[in-house]
């Protein structure tokens, strides 16, 4: 069974940061990409960053492209969303997930964590 546990949320003043991290579990957990996305109240869910296996690929949403950096470390099986020059508009629940395929992507996710919440204060 994949399970995936992230922490690291909080609240935070515009313009600071926060580490997100993502814990996976399961069998060959880490030979996937992975990814970050995020949804705020009354909106859908939005791609926010995704990484390759090898961690050689990114893909960014252009909100988010030049303040967020995602990275894996595959010995620990983490994932991480450093988030930097935070905005009121990132506020949203963050959510890891794992694709289905090594390649990095913005969609083809079949399994997700229970998500961490961010708050940006103005």
């Known amino acids: 069974q994949v399970q995936l546990v992230e922490s690291g949320g909080g609240l935070v003043q515009a313009g600071g940061s926060l580490r997100l991290s993502c814990a996976t579990s399961g069998r060959t957990s880490s030979v996937y990409a992975m990814g970050w996305f995020r949804q705020a109240p009354g909106k859908e869910r939005e791609f926010v960053a995704g990484i390759s296996y090898s961690g050689g690929t990114t893909y960014y949403a252009d909100s988010v492209k030049g303040r967020f950096t995602i990275s894996r470390d595959n010995a620990k099986n983490t994932v991480y969303l450093q988030m930097n020059n935070l905005k009121p508009e990132d506020t949203a629940i963050y959510y890891c997930?794992?694709?289905?395929?090594?390649?990095?992507?913005?969609?083809?996710?079949?399994?997700w964590g229970q998500g961490t919440q961010v708050t940006v204060s103005s």
């Open positions: 997930a794992r694709r289905g395929t090594v390649v990095a992507g913005t969609s083809g996710y079949s399994y």
